[in-house]
């Protein structure tokens, strides 16, 4: 059956890879797509939120499951455009409607979502313009640090994390008067910090049950040990060793169960990937963040662990069998560095020519900002590409992966050499 993936970084690259496997693939169509996938299907010249483009592509080519990679799309609401086509009542559609994006869409909604059906989370309050003067008397006696995020979607640059009241209160002020992240940030959610270690937790599901697919644990900071500015994420492992069997039996009792529950009181038929942004205090699993989608570069860790055929789980999926679907994964340990232009997240140049992907062994190469200039792969975005490498343990799977990111080179290109070891 022909397939279309929806988005054109390293974890819709990692999703096209894993579904030619299947025997079940037929044609995969991607929208747009990345150089790195168009040996695998047909790249479009189609913009993700160019809904009608979309819709008459998968009428016109019988595509029958369609998978949403990125946020934009799905908030946008990209499933309610096409199932309310009724050429493709029988479309599988791989990701929530606009209802069931909020998860992600708006801080604010999820907060009071978590609130609502008792889902462990960090104490909060919203404010926006009419009531910024209470919000900057909170922020000004807040306990330290204090975090502020803008309600809605940020590119992952909506949150700040106050270090004193005055930082707060001024952060505040940036982001309600002045936006700072433009109508996203209209609205602020003030929340409490949460000490702990973060692990990122994903669920598949269907609107009635869920299938738990591996966890993984990622690195935002640019710098090794976790230090200098965030990112969009430098790497990521899976799987995690502290989200051991008790760890993971809280997590699905107390926030995967609740949230499917919750979902279902409000009215919302979710069907697609849920990830649970958690952070283990002492032990005890907290919300940070729902995404309405896979994370990136968790994908390119998890994905490839998964040796069941991804067809047939989104096929499971489409007839709401998700919670009967035995899962096989793989046992070893994944690592995934992201390789990024000199620079990144600030200022950094593109248009570098590209060399050595074709010299990789032993480790899985996706692109994330690559294209094509006058005949030469080129870097074109701050993040370019995801490497994952695979062994029985994190310093091994590290070895493999920190050797295939040194083969490929360009100009200024950084990559963190420490991913995982703080697990070790």
């Known amino acids: 059956m022909n397939i279309l993936i929806v988005g054109s970084g390293g974890r819709e690259h ?14 995969l169509y991607l929208a747009p797509g990345n150089p790195g996938t168009e040996s695998l299907g047909v790249n479009t010249n189609i913009k993700v939120d160019d809904f009608d483009s979309i819709e008459k592509l998968i009428i016109q080519n019988n595509i029958k499951i369609v998978l949403v990679g990125p946020e934009v799309p799905l908030v946008k609401g990209i499933k309610d455009k096409l199932t309310a086509n009724p050429l493709l009542k029988d479309l599988i559609v791989v990701g929530p409607d606009k209802k069931g994006a909020q998860l992600e869409g708006s801080k604010d909604f999820s907060k009071m979502f978590m609130l609502k059906y008792g889902i462990p989370t960090a104490s909060y309050k919203t404010f926006n313009q009419k009531s910024i003067s209470s919000g ?39 982001m309600i008067s002045d936006k700072k992240f433009g109508e996203s940030s209209a609205k602020v959610v003030v929340e409490q910090f949460l000490k702990g270690i973060e692990v990122s937790v994903f669920a598949l599901c269907d609107g009635e049950g869920y299938l738990l697919l591996p966890e993984a644990k990622d690195y935002k900071r640019i710098g090794e040990k976790d230090t200098g500015l965030n990112t969009g994420g430098m790497g990521a492992v899976s799987p995690v060793p502290f989200a051991d069997e008790v760890f993971m039996k809280k997590v699905k009792e107390r926030i995967i169960e609740p949230t499917i529950t919750g979902l279902k009181s409000e009215g919302i038929e979710y069907t697609g990937f849920i990830f649970f942004g958690l952070i283990s205090v002492q032990g005890d699993p907290f919300v940070i963040e729902y995404n309405a989608r896979m994370g990136d570069p968790e994908t390119e860790a998890v994905i490839p662990r998964i040796k069941s055929d991804l067809v047939d789980i989104f096929l499971a999926l489409g007839v709401k069998q998700l919670d009967k679907f035995k899962l096989e994964v793989d046992k070893r340990t994944a690592t995934t560095v992201v390789l990024v232009s000199g620079g990144y997240p600030e200022e950094f140049e593109k248009g570098f020519k590209i060399s050595g992907v074709e010299k990789v062994e032993d480790a899985l190469v996706y692109h994330s900002g690559t294209t094509f200039k006058n005949g030469d792969l080129t870097n074109s975005g701050g ?36 991913i995982g070891l703080d697990l070790c």
């Open 14 to 27: 990692a999703f096209a890879l894993k579904l030619k496997e299947s025997s079940k693939c037929g044609t």
């Open 136 to 174: 900057i008397e909170y922020v000004s006696k807040h306990s330290l640090p204090v975090v502020l995020k803008a309600d809605g979607l940020a590119a992952g640059k909506g949150v700040i994390i106050a270090e004193t009241n005055e930082e707060a209160v001024a952060a505040l002020k940036e």
């Open 383 to 418: 993040r370019v590409f995801a490497v994952t490498g695979f062994g029985n343990n994190i310093q091994e799977a590290l070895k493999a992966t920190n050797r295939a990111a040194e083969t490929i080179t360009w100009n200024k290109k950084y990559f963190r050499k420490d």
